[in-house]
């Protein structure tokens, strides 16, 4: 008679992950080397999700798990749904109420790049409005001064003028004093360049010794007639 041989059961570890977005939560199971028929997902009566598995790995082995892990609170039930596809069990949770927050995400805070772009911004007045200030000067002029205003007016700016007449007169005398103090520094200026010429120079210097010499023979001979004379 043939008994049958006593099979041995393993046990096996099985992560897992949570994926949290906006619309619903999902729970990722690995399980490499199951197949889709040897996975059992069942939704207890406490409120949990149970995830059980049996594959055999031998004549007499069999390895096995078991999970349960507690269902949102925000989920609806009646929506859960699982997927196995290659290797990895997903098990989604969709949400009944999406939190607004989660709908409209955060804004990020400005960079320090971002705030100094805005404030220049701010800082810097409208082509339109600079336009507008424009017109509403030309719009506020002065009136028109009366004629007396008018009149007085043209006195002084004669009496200014006659002013500038005058002045100007005297500029022209000093430009003429100026134009001869410079012709005056010009010459005495050419003047000291013909004395810094060496050769000038020396032509002097020899026209004076030969002055000298001719002035000291003239003496010796006037001496000599005088003494010739004596004697």
């Known amino acids: 008679m043939n008994s049958k041989p006593n099979v041995v059961f393993r046990e096996s570890e099985v992560p897992t992950e949570w994926v949290h977005q906006a ?3 999902t729970l990722i199971a690995y399980l490499p080397g199951f ?4 996975l059992k997902v069942q939704v207890t009566t406490g409120g949990n999700l149970r995830i059980t598995g049996e594959r055999p790995i031998g004549v007499d082995k069999i390895s ?18 699982a997927n196995f596809s290659g290797g990895m069990l997903h098990v989604k949770f969709p949400k009944l109420i999406v939190p607004a927050d ?13 705030k100094r772009a805005a404030a220049a911004q701010q800082a810097a007045p409208p082509a339109n409005d600079t336009a507008l200030k424009r017109n509403d000067t030309v719009s506020q002029a ?44 010009t010459r005495r200026i050419r003047m000291n ?39």
């Open 142 to 185: 002065s009136p028109r001064p009366p004629t007396a205003a008018v009149e007085k007016r043209m006195g002084d700016e004669k009496n200014s003028v006659a002013a500038n007449g005058s002045v100007a007169g005297k500029e022209n005398l000093d430009l003429k004093k100026f134009e001869s103090i410079e012709n005056y520094q």
């Open 102 to 114: 989660e709908i409209h995400p955060r804004r990020q805070p400005e960079t320090s790049a971002e």
């Open 35 to 38: 197949m889709n028929e040897q």
């Open 193 to 231: 360049m013909g004395m810094n010429n060496p050769r000038k120079i020396m032509n002097m210097i020899l026209a004076v010794l030969s002055l000298v010499v001719l002035l000291v023979y003239l003496g010796n001979v006037i001496m000599w007639l005088g003494t010739a004379t004596i004697n």
């Open 64 to 81: 096995r798990f078991f999970k349960e892990f507690p269902i949102p609170s925000n989920c609806d039930q009646s929506k859960i749904g």
């Open 23 to 25: 619309a619903d939560d």
